[in-house]
């Protein structure tokens, strides 16, 4: 069984920051990539930022310069810090890790989300 679960959502004032993080837990071989993505209601879930086993990181053009992306691969956990957010931010934000259970078996793997408010 893997786990992955999602914390530090809230409510934050625009231009404030916050912290996400992700761990992903149980019987894990290995993990490939990891990363962040985002439901705002009434749209498609969307990627917001990418990390690969070798710290090769991709972002939305949306979130640059705004958002990093990391892990820490000794803990099974990634990251994603938001600086310099905005109400268009306001999403559900989900991690997601793409790991190796076996040495032959691949799957996906999602948490439950967390909530991300920006608004004054």
């Known amino acids: 069984q893997v786990q992955v679960v999602e914390s530090g959502g809230g409510l934050v004032q625009p231009g404030g920051s916050l912290r996400l993080s992700c761990a992903a837990s149980?019987?894990?071989?290995?993990?490939?990539?990891m990363g962040w993505y985002r439901q705002a209601p009434g749209k498609q879930r969307e990627l917001v930022a990418t990390?690969?086993?070798?710290?090769?990181?991709n972002y939305a053009d949306s979130v640059k310069g705004r958002f990093t992306i990391s892990r820490d691969n000794a803990k099974n956990m990634v990251y994603l810090q938001m600086n310099s957010l905005k109400p268009e931010d306001t999403a559900v934000y989900y991690c997601?890790?793409?790991?190796?259970?076996?040495?032959?078996?691949?799957?996906?793997?999602w948490g439950q989300g967390t909530q991300v408010t920006v608004s004054s």
């Open positions: 997601n890790a793409v790991i190796r259970v076996t040495k032959y078996v691949t799957r996906d793997y």
């Open positions: 149980g019987s894990i071989f290995s993990i490939n990539a």
């Open positions: 990390i690969t086993s070798g710290d090769n990181t």
